[in-house]
């Protein structure tokens, strides 16, 4: 017996020390190695954050061209792979799909767990981000029956994931013209930047308890995916959506409200509140202007941006959420972004979850380098029968 502290939930615990992100809630700040996401999201473009998370430090422009070259060099998965989608039911959920390929990516390649072999585990690092692109964008084309298309090396990553998921023979870049197709790239680029962090969340955790039995990092990181799916974590974005759409119009949200504040609405206000922003979250406060921005530049109107400003005016008046310091998250406005560049709904937490590879596996990398790394193993208390004789 022992005495242990009882934290359900992990309110209170730190299960780690970490150099990678840091949040405080009740500032609603957020920083990557130092730089806070929103300037960052400004200035950079997702590789160059990669290399920051991966590193520590900014690249210089000859470190990022290596850098660059490294990816491309990796971006196209093995032709045995695609038999894994073969297989695949056309509508097989795309986070089903997701956990089976990333999982499937160990057998293809092994890696020692050796913790000085930083080397290695750079390279397992930027396979990873590289190829998760491809992956996603197979996922969405399985969904449709259509073949593969394969990466660019005069296209960015954020250009690349686009034109793979959305090119044909007839359209060469995307279904509408450069100039949108150009701008679509520059809103999914902002987006990965701002999701590929954020410290001990669930599914973060869960890669750090995977990777820490000496579990090859894909199969830790697939397991993290798992974690990612739920609508209380990344799965929030798709649920804020049919939220929108069940109210419709602007007239019914104060009603919603009602429903949501007195639990009768059998739903919690998705993409507001979250575990540690006791403020609001700054990557929401980032894409409620570039949600606007993305569909200006698109030309399109889309009535569930309208809802989703009326429901924020009315609940950051309302006492119930004033009072337990609830505030938009970065789901609130991403979901309307990500539509109307064209990505449906079933596919937002597989677009969550390509952003976050960076961060789960630049976890992952950080935790087996460490000295004097453990296995990570909770214990529990017992509120079971007390010790008895079989009958
Ligand atoms: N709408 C209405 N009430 C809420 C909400 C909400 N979105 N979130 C929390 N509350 C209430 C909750 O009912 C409770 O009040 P009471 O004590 O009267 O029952 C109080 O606020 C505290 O809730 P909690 O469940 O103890 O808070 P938590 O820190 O465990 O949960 C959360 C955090 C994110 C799971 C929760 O706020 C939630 O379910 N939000 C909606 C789902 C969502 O948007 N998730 C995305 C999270 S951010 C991105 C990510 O991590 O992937």
């Known amino acids: 017996a022992g005495v242990y502290t009882y934290d359900p939930g992990f309110q209170c615990t730190a299960s780690c020390s970490s150099a990678i992100t840091f949040i405080d809630g009740d500032k609603g700040q957020c920083n990557y190695r130092g730089y806070p996401v929103d300037q960052i999201a400004q200035s950079s473009n997702f590789l160059e954050v990669s290399y920051l998370l991966l590193n520590g430090e900014m690249p210089t422009p000859e470190e990022m061209q290596e850098f660059d070259s490294e990816i491309k060099q990796h971006m196209i998965i093995k032709t045995k792979m695609l038999s894994f989608f073969n297989s695949m039911p056309s509508a097989a959920h795309p986070m089903a799909q997701m956990t089976s390929v990333v999982a499937g990516l160990s057998a293809f390649y092994p890696v020692s767990l050796d913790p000085k072999d930083h080397k290695q585990h750079m390279e397992a690092a930027i396979r990873m981000v590289a190829k998760m692109p491809m992956i996603s964008a197979l996922i969405y084309r399985n969904s449709l029956g259509l073949p593969a298309v394969y990466p660019r090396s005069d296209f960015t990553y954020a250009e690349n994931l686009l034109y793979m998921m959305f090119s044909n023979p007839t359209h060469t870049t995307f279904p509408q013209n450069e100039k949108v197709f150009k701008a679509a790239a520059k809103a999914i680029d902002v987006f990965l930047i701002l999701h590929a962090d954020h410290e001990q969340n669930a599914s973060t955790s869960t890669v750090r308890i995977a990777g820490s039995s000496q579990a090859n990092p894909y199969a830790a990181v697939s397991a993290g995916i798992a974690s990612l799916w739920g609508p209380a974590h990344g799965g929030a974005n798709e649920a804020v959506i049919q939220m929108l759409e069940e109210i419709g119009t602007k007239e019914n949200v104060a009603e919603f409200v009602r429903k949501v504040k007195n639990k009768e609405a059998g739903v ?124």
């Open 268 to 391: 919690r206000l998705m993409g507001f509140g979250h575990r540690v922003y006791k403020n609001y979250d700054p990557r929401a406060k980032y894409f409620k202007t570039l949600v606007g921005e993305v569909l200006d530049g698109m030309d399109i109107q889309d009535p569930k941006l309208e809802v989703a400003r009326e429901l924020e005016r009315i609940a950051l008046e309302d006492e119930y959420f004033i009072k337990r310091k609830l505030y938009p998250n970065v789901d609130f406005y991403t979901g309307i972004m990500l539509r109307a560049i064209g990505i449906p709904t079933s596919m937002f937490t597989v677009m969550f979850a390509l952003a976050r590879t960076v961060g789960w596996i630049t976890q992952w990398k950080e935790m087996v380098e460490e000295k004097g790394f453990r296995i990570s193993r909770p214990r529990q208390i017992y509120i079971g029968a007390p010790e008895r004789k079989l009958p």
